[in-house]
C-alpha cells in the first residue's frame, strides 16, 4: 500500500521596503509538492530512489536530476544528515509550481523549504519547526524568504552565527529530540562530509497585519537573478542611509498590524535607502513607480516596493486593487522599445505557512 504527501508552500515577498534580509510576508500562491511513496517497490540506487516531474506553468527548463534539482537536493541533503544515503523508499514527486520564477516571490526559497518538508515526512525524522528551519538556512543564507514560507503572516527574522558543533545536550529535550540528535551525530561521524546545520541560527517573529491589507503584485515577464540584484549593492552605507532604513522599520512592524492601516504612515515606513536605489537601472520603471504613487493620488494604496531582489512591484492596499494596478502597469507599458509586458496577481496575505498533509491508498 502506497503512502501519499501533500506538500504546500506559499509564495513569500521579502524586505517591504526598509526590512532588507528581515521581513517577509507569505502570499496566496503556491507550490504543491504531490509525493507518492511505495514502500514495498524495488529500491533504484542510480535514480536516489526518486523520480521527479513538473506540471502547469512555470516549470519549464527546471532539472529532473534528483541531485539538481533544488527540491530534491534539499531533501537529499537533509536525509544524508539523518543517515540516509537516498529516498527510504522508491518515491515519486510530481510538482506544481505556480509561483513565478526569478520574479522577486521566494521561488527557490519555497522549493527549499519544500525539500526540507519532503524529507522530513518520507524519512519520518519528526524534525520540529524550528530544527526545519536551521536545513533551510544552510542552503538559503537569509532568513526572511524561508521564514515567511515556512510559519506564515508577516515575519521579521534574523540569523545568529554560533558554533554549535560537538555533543552539546540539549537543556530540556525530550525522548524525541535526543534521539533526532543521536541520529544526526552518528551520519556526521561516518561520513566527515556531512555538514549539519548548527541548532537555533534562525530566529523569527510574527507581526501583525490588518486582514483589510491585501497584495497588489505586477510581475514584469523577465527574470531578474538574485545575485545579479545583489551584486548591485555597495559594500558599504552612509550612516544616515541605514538610520533612514531603521527609523522605518520600527514603524511599519506595528504599523501593519493596526486595524485600520494609516496610509500615510505606512506609505512614508515603506520607504528604503539600502537596496531599492541601487537597483533602479535593472528594473525599467521603477525609479517612477517609486516616485509617482502615494495614497493621495491612488486611493486605497498604503505603500509600494520591490518584492525581494525584483523585479515584481508589491504594493500593499485595503481598496481600489485594480485601478492600483493598472496604474503601475501602465508606467511599465511606457517603456522603450515597446514597453514591459506584465502580469497582475492580487494575492492575499495568508497566515498559515507550509503545510503536509498524509494519506494512504
Not at 534574523?158 to 529535550?173: C, F, K, Q, T, W
Not at 511599519?252 to 515603506?270: F, H, N, Q, S, V
Request: hydrophobic residues 40%; negative net charge; proline residues 7%.
Amino acid at each position: 500500500m502506497g503512502i501519499n504527501y501533500a506538500i504546500n508552500v506559499p509564495a513569500t515577498s521579502a524586505n517591504i521596503g526598509p526590512g532588507f534580509d528581515v521581513m517577509g510576508l507569505s502570499l496566496s500562491l503556491y507550490l504543491t509538492v504531490n509525493a507518492h511513496v511505495e514502500p514495498e517497490a524495488q529500491p533504484s540506487p542510480s535514480t536516489c530512489n526518486i523520480t521527479i516531474s513538473y506540471e502547469g506553468e512555470n516549470s519549464s527548463g527546471l532539472p529532473l536530476d534528483p541531485r539538481a534539482n533544488l527540491i530534491t537536493r534539499t531533501a537529499l541533503y537533509v536525509l544524508e544528515c539523518n543517515g540516509l544515503k537516498q529516498f527510504p523508499h522508491p518515491t515519486t514527486v510530481r510538482v506544481n509550481n505556480r509561483i513565478p520564477l526569478g520574479r522577486g516571490l521566494g521561488s527557490s526559497g519555497a522549493a527549499v523549504v519544500a525539500g526540507v518538508i519532503l524529507a522530513d515526512a518520507v524519512g519520518s525524522l519528526g524534525l520540529t519547526q524550528q530544527r526545519m528551519l536551521d536545513y533551510c538556512l544552510m542552503i538559503e543564507h537569509h532568513p526572511d524568504n524561508v521564514a515567511a514560507a515556512l510559519v506564515g503572516g508577516f515575519v521579521a527574522s534574523y540569523l545568529i552565527d554560533v558554533d554549535r558543533s560537538g555533543n552539546i545536550p540539549a537543556s530540556e529535550a525530550d525522548e524525541a529530540e535526543v534521539l533526532r540528535r543521536e541520529r544526526e551525530q552518528k551520519a556526521a561521524a561516518a561520513d566527515e562530509n556531512v555538514k549539519l546545520p548548527p541548532e537555533n541560527i534562525g530566529h523569527f517573529l510574527r507581526l501583525g497585519c490588518s486582514p483589510k491589507i491585501r497584495a497588489v503584485t505586477i510581475i514584469p515577464q523577465f527574470e531578474l537573478a538574485t545575485s545579479k540584484a545583489r551584486a548591485a549593492l555597495p559594500g558599504s552605507y552612509k550612516t544616515h542611509d541605514v538610520v533612514f532604513n531603521l527609523q522605518r522599520l520600527a514603524v511599519l512592524t506595528t504599523a501593519l498590524g493596526r486595524e485600520t492601516p494609516d496610509p500615510w504612515l505606512i506609505y512614508r515606513a515603506m520607504e528604503d535607502k539600502v537596496h531599492q536605489p541601487y537597483r533602479m537601472h535593472l528594473i525599467p520603471g521603477l525609479p517612477e513607480i517609486l516616485a509617482t504613487f502615494n495614497p493621495d493620488n491612488t486611493p486605497g494604496l498604503l505603500g509600494i516596493c520591490l518584492s525581494g531582489a525584483g523585479p515584481t512591484i508589491l504594493a500593499l492596499a485595503v481598496d481600489n486593487f485594480d485601478e492600483i494596478a493598472a496604474k503601475i502597469r501602465s508606467v511599465f507599458d511606457r517603456q522603450p522599445n515597446g514597453g514591459v509586458a506584465t502580469e497582475y496577481k492580487l494575492l492575499d496575505i495568508v497566515s498559515e505557512g507550509s503545510t503536509c498533509e498524509k494519506t494512504s491508498n
